[in-house]
């Protein structure tokens, strides 16, 4: 145990002068991170894993409005949690910081993706994993990019989890809707298409040329009721397997609406018959025994519609909870002597 | 209070007296005949439509009560989002919607358990200390009453109190304690104060007849689980059975186990049941709510089989009608109620005996 790190914050708080509550932070961040400008050098000198960034980017959308709300509600939510997990006894204090939102022009998509891709860069630079939260389903399109250009020859996987296959060549002539994002990213070099996975896929939003282009790219996806006919978790495990198979990073981009709408109302578009939150939990575990992950996303969250804040407290704990699970993966679990120096001993 | 009122179960439901009134003993359990009955419409809007009775031991005794229910308006000893001292209201609204027959178990809770409303607790607000000195009292009168107790919140400092009447109520005899819940709560102290809602089984432990061998946790999940928290279990060997043990092993496995934990030579339970151990997309109306829950059925299976083992106060908290959806909260917590009522009835009744 090392006497000079304190472990107050593993802990209710003491009290006294510095006793607040833990929902008060003084600067609304990440599950009350430090918030570092988004700049290589000092993403790097902050020590950190991961970099979260907030996406504020409605323009991409076809359908309802409103995850321009989403990072906001995601930072609220992560306020109701603490750094320590007792199911797997780590701590996430310090491995993490908040770069604060991407600044959005406005009325020009385009710099907005360019932002985007840039901020994604600097933090791939400084070798941290982003955690962007969105945002419309088209910021990956830029993320992805962002990943793909940083790892330049060397290969990577992609697994997209929602309801629908986003697999539209062009929407009305534009190539960059959210309903075009798994169009785009799987044109990228360094893809290949049995590096990519796709759950939870079910319901007519999804039109016949998206099923077309997944079959002619040769993307393997496993439709809802593949996940229940053969069992949720065997067709997870070997949709993780191509993900990770033969690959050196990889993206995990989340769309909510692969829960069910029941478990998540707070999306842009809610479908029934999807994922429960138990499910989705023993898959984020089921993720983090990969023992690794380059990009996580969430996107389409949508606060307007969400109940008692459901999504969001759900976007957050699978989030910290792939966070958690890889922290016990890598061994980092802390000392299980550890106690509240005010009791030891009483 | 005159010496004997148990004339008034004799004209059940009670609040309907007036020109249509109708007088038949058993009206309430069958379909209306003449109006809607008990059923949507009210005099007061008590529990169950049960008859009003003064917190007061000799009128519970008078009445015949075995089943009071208690609300508890009290939210301001809590660590999270305000809103629970509307829950006994939202509770006693959501039992308009039912009959007090429940066909599962073929018996008229009402009559059976001869239910009465005693209102809510008074508190002091801005008073933490007197405002559970208030609950201690009445939770105190009901049990010396000769009833058992139904207490709903309010936050989930209710059982600091609720589990302190218990305790000195049965101070001959052994005390076990159950916490059902997303969160562990054991807190030694929130920033100091040792009463919040996030203490309930590190003060209950500290009770002279309640003992860490009798005490356990069931639900707990998810990263509002500060190290202290989890830390009073372990140092304490008190068992947690965590979510995901719930989800392998099921619930009602899991349930006889901590009741069999809890009632291991004791004379007593106390069984605290806070509905974010609910999931949140069944329970939206909670203060703290959790995904990775109970599902309803399986909330309405946890009821079941505590029902079989039976407890002297069972305490629903937490319950935040605002932030429900469509009354699916209110009426969750409704259900954990009638269903574990229905199944001790059912469980007496099998043991040929009375409530």
Known sequence: ?346 | MSANMDHIWKFVPHQHQGPAQQTGADDHIYSPKNHNGAFKSRGLTTFMGAPYCPPDRHAIRAMGAKVCFLGAPWDQGQIVRAGTSQGASGLREATTQYFSYMFEYDVDLLTFFKVVDCGDIPNVPGNNAKSHELIYRYVTECLEGGAKVIMSGGDHSLPIPGSRALSHFTRKGKMGYLHVDSHLDAGPDWAGNKITNCSGPARAIELPNCNAENMAHLGSRNSLNPKDWYDFYVDNDIRVVAMGEIIDRGVEACTKEIFERAWRGTETVYFSWDTDSIDISCMPGSTSPECYGLKAREAIQLAKTAGRYGCDVLEVVELAPYFDVSHMSIKMAANMIYHYLGSRAKTLIEQGKQP
């Not at chain 1, 006294?16 to 000092?42: C, K, M, Q």
């Not at chain 1, 991961?50 to 504020?56: E, I, N, S, T």
């Not at chain 1, 419309?136 to 940083?150: E, F, G, T, V």
Request: charged share 25%; glycine share 8%.
């Open chain 1, 1 to 346: 145990m090392n006497p000079a790190k304190s472990y107050a914050h593993l802990f209710s708080p003491l009290g006294g002068d510095a006793g607040d509550n833990y929902r008060a932070p003084n600067v609304l961040t990440f599950l009350r991170s430090t918030y570092v400008a988004l700049n290589a050098e000092a993403l790097k000198s902050s020590g950190a894993r991961y970099a979260f960034l907030g996406v504020p980017f409605d323009e991409g959308n076809i359908g309802k409005p409103g995850s321009e709300e989403g990072p906001r509600e995601f930072r609220l939510a992560s306020q109701e949690y603490f750094s320590y997990w007792f199911e797997y006894n780590v701590d996430l204090h310090g491995t993490m910081v908040d770069c604060g939102d991407v600044s959005m022009p406005k009325v020009s998509p385009e710099v907005a993706r360019e932002r985007i891709y840039r901020a994604v860069r600097e933090v791939l630079k400084a070798g941290l994993v982003p955690i962007i939260v969105g945002g419309d389903r088209s910021m990956s399109i830029a993320a992805a990019k962002a990943l793909s250009d940083h790892i330049g020859s060397k290969k990577m996987g992609y697994f997209h989890f929602g309801a629908h296959l986003d697999m539209s060549d062009s929407w009305a002539g534009e190539r960059n809707l959210a309903p075009c994002a798994l169009a785009r990213i799987t044109e990228l070099p360094n893809l290949a298409p049995g590096n990519v996975a796709h759950i939870g896929a079910r319901n007519s939003m999804n039109p016949k040329d998206w099923i077309d282009l997944a079959k002619q790219r040769g993307i393997r996806f496993n439709s809802m009721f593949e996940l229940l006919d053969n069992g949720i978790y065997p067709v997870v495990e070997k949709a993780i397997d191509r993900v990770w198979k033969g690959t050196d990073a990889q993206y995990l981009s989340f769309n909510f609406n692969v829960m069910d709408a029941s478990a998540a109302p707070g999306v842009t578009s809610t479908e029934p018959g999807g994922l429960e939150s138990r499910e989705m939990m023993r898959i984020a575990e089921m993720i983090a025994k990969r023992k690794q992950v380059s990009v996580i996303d969430v996107s389409e969250l949508c606060p307007a519609f969400d109940v008692s804040g459901t999504a969001a407290r759900l976007a957050v704990c699978v989030v910290t909870r792939i966070m958690a699970a890889l922290a016990k993966e890598r061994g980092e679990e802390i000392d299980a002597r550890i106690r509240r120096s005010d009791l030891v001993g009483s």
